[in-house]
């Protein structure tokens, strides 16, 4: 029997920060806490924010767009998602987004696991700033290295230049 029986919440106050690659990340509410089912993630992005075109090989993503606008890459279309916006992007097909403006997205992975991602590649910070310029290339080569242990995988580079 799944010992995820109670609601799993979140608040602002509980979460730390992360840097990962260019974005200020919290988790809002870990995998481990839904016996795995799903998680979510709050992501602040800066305004040009491109990760790599991706693959979930086994988790649906839901992004839900609070603040500013984002455009969604997939292999057959682009599309824009202003606040108060969502899409789902179904498993083992390749997307990416681009922050078309500072944006803050909530993302949620089922099941979850891409909180765990997020803290293994992220560092913990203590300043809640978001970057302002483009990640790292020490980032950008640990999401490469630690991608395929969290069942990600990459497929090509930002659809946009970083």
Same mark, same amino acid.
């Given at each position: 029997? !799944?010992?995820? %029986?109670?609601? #799993? =919440?979140? !608040?602002?106050?509980? /979460?730390? *920060?992360?840097?990962?690659?260019?974005?200020? $990340?919290?988790?809002?509410? *870990?995998?481990? &806490?839904?016996?795995?089912? $799903?998680?979510?993630?709050? =992501?602040?992005?800066?305004?040009?924010?491109?990760?790599? =075109?991706? %693959?979930? /090989?086994?988790?649906?993503?839901?992004?839900?767009?609070?603040?500013?606008?984002?455009?969604?890459?997939?292999?057959?279309?682009?599309?824009?998602?202003?606040?108060?916006? !969502?899409?789902?992007?179904?498993?083992?097909?390749?997307?990416?987004?681009?922050?078309?403006?500072? /944006? &803050?997205?909530? #993302?949620? &992975?089922?099941?979850?696991?891409?909180?765990?991602?997020?803290?293994?590649?992220?560092?913990? %910070?203590?300043?809640? &700033?978001?970057? !302002?310029?483009?990640?790292?290339? #020490?980032?950008?080569?640990?999401?490469?290295?630690?991608? @395929?242990?969290?069942?990600?995988?990459?497929?090509?580079? @930002?659809?946009?230049? *970083?």
């Amino acid at each position: 029997m !799944s010992a995820f %029986v109670e609601p #799993a =919440m979140g !608040s602002a106050g509980t /979460a730390e *920060p992360y840097r990962f690659l260019d974005t200020l $990340c919290y988790v809002r509410v *870990p995998g481990a &806490t839904t016996d795995g089912r $799903c998680s979510v993630v709050e =992501m602040r992005l800066r305004e040009g924010h491109a990760p790599p =075109m991706h %693959v979930h /090989a086994s988790a649906d993503e839901t992004l839900h767009v609070t603040e500013g606008a984002i455009e969604v890459h997939t292999a057959a279309e682009t599309r824009s998602l202003g606040a108060g916006g !969502s899409v789902v992007l179904p498993r083992g097909r390749k997307h990416s987004i681009v922050a078309t403006e500072p /944006a &803050t997205v909530v #993302a949620s &992975t089922s099941p979850g696991g891409f909180d765990e991602f997020v803290t293994a590649v992220g560092e913990p %910070v203590e300043t809640e &700033t978001v970057p !302002s310029g483009p990640p790292s290339e #020490a980032a950008v080569a640990r999401v490469s290295e630690l991608a @395929p242990e969290h069942d990600i995988e990459i497929v090509g580079p @930002p659809p946009v230049d *970083p």
